[in-house]
């Protein structure tokens, strides 16, 4: 399976949330936008702030995310990412989970037309089933 991962699936991982993707890890495949790294690294370090990540933690974590970079593909927040994030969409979402799904939309016409979306946010989920989405999480 060739899947499209959101920011919240790969934070429930690296944090140990509860109710994390069962499919972790047994894809073929797996890509994000460029902004999954960015959205991580922004929460690690809210989390340490606000005290919930100690200095362990969060090498703990920062190491974790390091490795993913490596596995996951990236999609790069192109022209056609941004033009087709500002697009309407059929459902009400916010503005990086645009770029999300722009980003596994061009994917999935450019590459792989099998692509599934994975996504924690129900909000998110429901737009890439209006897109035609297989969406996990």
Wanted: glycine share 4%; proline share 1%; hydrophobic share 45%.
């Amino acid at each position: 399976m060739v899947v499209y991962l959101d920011s919240s699936v790969v934070l429930r991982i690296l944090l140990g949330q509860q109710n994390a993707w069962d499919g972790w890890r047994r894809w073929q495949k797996a890509y994000s936008s460029t902004l999954l790294h960015v959205e991580c690294r922004r929460v690690i370090d809210r989390l340490r702030l606000e005290s919930f990540l100690n200095d362990h933690a969060v090498a703990h974590v920062g190491t974790e995310l390091r490795r993913l970079d490596r596995v996951i593909g990236r999609i790069a927040l192109t022209r056609s990412v941004t033009e087709r994030a500002s697009m309407t969409m059929p459902t009400s979402v916010k503005t990086l989970d645009a770029i999300h799904l722009a980003s596994a939309m061009l994917l999935r016409e450019r590459r792989h037309p099998d692509l599934t979306f994975v996504t924690h946010d129900a909000q998110q989920a429901t737009c890439a089933q209006a897109f035609g989405f297989e969406c996990l999480g």
